[in-house]
């Protein structure tokens, strides 16, 4: 970049950071509403109470690194715009959140800003943790004091310019962030409303379950229209969608069965999904896993895709090619017909998750494996052993292919250059 257009792009962010300081104050400036919570219970009920909290939350599960102690910060968090890696959330009081008073807690929650003001990057989901309620968070808060602490370091970001300044963070928040509470709609019943809460805030499932901007954000908690998750090569597939993973026509029952197990008799869940339920909503009580699904069952219902008139056209030597791969390495579990095994392997035959639009779940499964959590309800899933080692692009490409063209299915082939690009982003 030339010297004039370096000192332009400075003269820009200058007045973008003037404009958020000056627009977004509320983002920016004092706070009024962190005060007056008044000493929080520690009693046992409380402390109990925000376990159950932090683990709708999936706390541990980003505040943990691999191998470390929980809660003592130091995962990365991969982002489009660098590295960021969480923060020690232990009592420690040099390192985590020892000093922390319930009213500093609250107000990370609820407006994204830490103990010194500073504010917070929303990889940790403040957008949709500010709906969660002061009694929750003081909870949440209670619990939090009583684990162990832990004295390591915070570790620093490693973020590009001009994304790792607070001017930058004070722009992005001056035009996606608003600090809320969830209020409940009248109209609904109360385990509607529970559920919204649930899904909305500690559960931010629209943390992956929607698509977001090249800044990395979205515009509407209630839009979980699917999205491809940043830096992970997945696929959030629609929750609003009867061709993805809409579940407006399945039994409440069978919802709740899988937040709260990972498998149902026609559904299973894999990869980020699979930690999810592993960490999280496997711990959902059973009124909440219904009030969960009570709320998804509701979500506005998108049409799905038309079904093109004649299936598509694959080259003679490829399907051969899919048809042989698939008797030698997929028909034992998934059937010669794609028909699964109850109880153990998922049907293929029909199976939404072979036919959405995006492929990259597919190629993901193929190459790493496919294992269903351990959960308590369903505590020795089958799996499904990885292929990277054993098929190359073309291979794979292949019996995809297969899979997408076989049965009745219509879907589009999945091309050596989509696998190929899965298996870099899978090796980075």
Same mark, same amino acid.
């Given at each position: ?7 332009? +792009? ?116 403040? !957008? ?58 009248? +109209? ?105 699904? +009570? ?89 499904? !052993? ?43």
């Amino acid at each position: 970049m030339s010297r004039p257009l370096r000192m332009a +792009a400075w003269a820009a962010a200058g007045l973008l950071a003037l404009a958020a300081a000056w627009l977004g104050w509320t983002n920016w400036g004092p706070l009024d509403d962190t005060r007056g919570g008044g000493a929080v219970t520690t009693d046992a009920a409380t402390v109990a109470r925000g376990a159950y909290l932090a683990r709708l939350g999936n706390c541990m599960a980003c505040h943990t690194d691999r191998g470390g102690a929980a809660g003592a910060g130091g995962r990365a968090i991969d982002t489009p715009f660098g590295i960021v890696y969480a923060s020690n959330i232990t009592p420690d009081p040099v390192h985590g959140l020892g000093r922390w008073s319930a009213d500093d807690f609250w107000r990370a929650l609820h407006h994204g800003r830490s103990r010194d003001g500073r504010l917070l990057y929303p990889a940790f989901p403040y !957008p949709n943790y500010t709906e969660v309620t002061r009694e929750d968070a003081d909870a949440l808060y209670a619990w939090l004091r009583s684990v162990p602490p832990v004295a390591r370091p915070n570790t620093p970001h490693a973020l590009r310019f001009p994304y790792d300044t607070q001017a930058a963070l004070a722009v992005w928040r001056t035009l996606y962030f608003r600090p809320g509470s969830y209020r409940p709609e009248a +109209a609904r019943s109360a385990q509607w409303n529970r559920g919204a809460y649930l899904v909305r805030g500690l559960g931010h499932c629209s943390a992956c379950h929607t698509t977001r901007n090249a800044l990395g954000a979205s515009s509407d908690l209630m839009d979980l229209s699917g999205g491809l998750i940043p830096m992970q090569n997945w696929y959030a597939p629609s929750l609003a969608s009867p061709a993805e993973a809409g579940v407006a026509h399945w039994r409440a029952e069978d919802v709740a069965r899988l937040l709260r197990t990972g498998v149902t008799a026609t559904a299973t869940v894999l990869g980020p999904m699979a930690e999810v339920v592993a960490g999280s909503t496997q711990h959902l009580s059973e009124e909440d896993a219904l009030a969960m699904a +009570a709320f998804l069952q509701a979500l506005p219902q998108h049409a799905p895709p038309p079904v093109p008139a004649e299936p598509p056209r694959v080259e003679a030597k490829v399907a051969a090619r899919g048809a042989a791969i698939y008797r030698e390495h997929c028909a034992a579990c998934h059937g010669e017909q794609g028909e699964g095994a109850p109880g153990a392997y998922p049907p293929l035959a029909g199976n939404r998750a072979v036919l959405l639009p995006v492929t990259a779940n597919l190629v993901q499964v193929v190459l790493g494996g496919g294992f269903p959590p351990a959960t308590a309800g369903h505590p020795r899933p089958h799996g499904m !052993p990885p292929y990277v080692l054993v098929l190359s692009d073309a291979d794979i490409a292949a019996v995809l292919t297969h899979l997408r063209t076989s049965w009745g299915h219509r879907a589009a082939a999945v091309t050596e250059l989509q696998v190929a690009q899965q298996r870099g982003g899978s090796e980075r």
